[in-house]
């Protein structure tokens, strides 16, 4: 108990054994996944899936601090389980190297008490968040760009991501499109991995609430969303294996990007869709693709105003041109 007597001081005897049963996912072994898993390992949590689908590239190591230059061109999810072994014997990495996409997510979530999402991806992001929603687990959403970042406890008797960010956001970006600074990074991460601790450890307040931080400011904010309530109709994000042939199916990846999705379905621009568009037939479902979900939700948007019937979203992947 040495190892854990500093922690076991602030959290109570009873913590450890908390920490020691838990069996947590982490998805993403990326810039926030350095500090959370870092810090869950040192703090004894018994059993942490990880599941992420790249390897480690040298523009990461300024931010991905598990990693070494020894690492590159590894499995990144295989690399963090190596080096964590490391650090605590005791906390079992299992690696799971591949996407999170709603086909996968429901066998990658079951047997976990706690889901923390460290993806960088909003798509992966609401995917988790629907799926907490309804089997009532606690969701540790966080994300970081440029020098700004937040964390949030959603789910598990709270309201969802969906009911605080009912809209698609003014700006939406990743790590690769818009940069990134390590430290804000870390400051995030740590704030995630804390949040985990404490409600691993049986502590109250966690969910429910927003923490923010700007580090052109050094300002740290947040706001309590206990009441928020959720949208009545959200499209959700299905995989590419589920679309079905009687969807109608809209690709709106350019042709130099990727070939159709589907050989019945229609390539268009989200500017297509809308008023004046072929509408689907009553009852079919209106499938909307693109590579990570953010054109497939503004173009839901503009269906959805002309339009009453069910729509799904598709992020399908990286494409061979430009970005979405």
Same mark, same amino acid.
């Given at each position: 108990?040495?190892?854990?007597?500093? &922690?076991?001081?602030?959290?109570?005897?009873?913590? &450890?054994?908390?920490?020691?049963?838990?069996?947590?996912?982490?998805?993403?072994?990326?810039?926030?996944?350095?500090?959370?898993?870092?810090?869950?390992?040192?703090?004894?949590?018994?059993?942490?899936?990880?599941?992420?689908?790249?390897?480690?590239?040298?523009?990461?190591? %300024?931010? &991905?601090?598990?990693?070494?230059?020894?690492?590159?061109?590894?499995?990144?999810?295989?690399?963090?389980?190596? %080096?964590?072994?490391?650090?605590?014997?005791?906390?079992?990495?299992?690696?799971?190297?591949?996407?999170?996409?709603?086909?996968?997510?429901?066998?990658?979530?079951?047997?976990?008490?706690?889901?923390?999402?460290?993806?960088?991806?909003?798509?992966?992001?609401?995917?988790?968040?629907?799926?907490?929603?309804?089997?009532?687990?606690?969701?540790?959403?966080?994300?970081?760009?440029?020098?700004?970042?937040?964390?949030?406890?959603?789910?598990?008797?709270?309201?969802?991501?969906?009911?605080?960010?009912?809209?698609?956001?003014?700006?939406?970006?990743?790590?690769?499109?818009?940069?990134?600074?390590?430290?804000?990074?870390?400051?995030?991460?740590?704030?995630?991995? &804390?949040?985990?601790?404490?409600?691993?450890?049986?502590?109250?307040?966690?969910?429910?609430?927003?923490?923010?931080?700007?580090?052109?400011?050094?300002?740290?904010?947040?706001?309590?969303?206990?009441?928020?309530?959720?949208?009545? %109709?959200?499209?959700?994000?299905?995989?590419?294996?589920?679309?079905?042939?009687?969807?109608?199916?809209?690709?709106?990846?350019?042709?130099?990007?990727?070939?159709?999705? %589907?050989?019945?379905?229609?390539?268009?621009?989200?500017?297509?869709?809308?008023?004046?568009?072929?509408?689907?037939?009553?009852?079919?479902?209106?499938?909307?693709?693109?590579?990570?979900?953010?054109?497939?939700?503004?173009?839901?948007?503009?269906?959805?105003?002309?339009?009453?019937?069910?729509?799904?979203?598709?992020?399908?992947?990286?494409?061979?041109?430009?970005?979405?």
């Amino acid at each position: 108990m040495s190892r854990y007597a500093r &922690q076991t001081a602030v959290l109570g005897e009873g913590a &450890q054994e908390r920490l020691r049963a838990a069996r947590i996912l982490v998805v993403g072994a990326g810039g926030l996944g350095a500090p959370v898993l870092q810090y869950l390992v040192g703090a004894g949590v018994g059993h942490i899936r990880l599941v992420d689908p790249d390897r480690v590239e040298e523009s990461n190591l %300024h931010r &991905q601090t598990l990693f070494r230059m020894s690492d590159l061109g590894q499995p990144k999810a295989e690399a963090c389980a190596r %080096h964590l072994a490391g650090l605590n014997p005791e906390s079992v990495v299992e690696p799971v190297v591949a996407a999170l996409e709603p086909a996968n997510a429901p066998k990658l979530i079951e047997g976990r008490e706690l889901i923390l999402d460290c993806a960088d991806s909003f798509a992966v992001s609401y995917i988790l968040s629907d799926l907490c929603l309804a089997w009532g687990l606690p969701f540790l959403s966080a994300s970081v760009t440029g020098r700004e970042g937040h964390a949030g406890g959603f789910c598990g008797g709270a309201p969802s991501l969906r009911a605080v960010f009912p809209e698609l956001p003014q700006r939406v970006g990743s790590c690769a499109d818009t940069g990134v600074l390590g430290p804000v990074v870390g400051v995030i991460g740590a704030l995630q991995a &804390q949040m985990a601790l404490a409600l691993l450890a049986g502590e109250a307040g966690v969910l429910g609430r927003l923490v923010t931080f700007d580090a052109a400011t050094f300002r740290a904010g947040g706001f309590r969303f206990d009441g928020a309530e959720e949208p009545a %109709h959200a499209p959700r994000f299905v995989s590419p294996s589920e679309i079905e042939p009687g969807d109608l199916t809209i690709d709106l990846r350019g042709a130099e990007e990727a070939p159709l999705i %589907h050989p019945a379905a229609r390539r268009l621009s989200v500017a297509q869709v809308g008023p004046g568009m072929d509408l689907p037939e009553p009852g079919q479902r209106a499938v909307l693709v693109c590579r990570s979900g953010l054109r497939a939700w503004r173009a839901a948007e503009r269906l959805a105003a002309i339009w009453p019937g069910d729509i799904a979203l598709v992020a399908a992947g990286e494409p061979v041109g430009t970005p979405s």
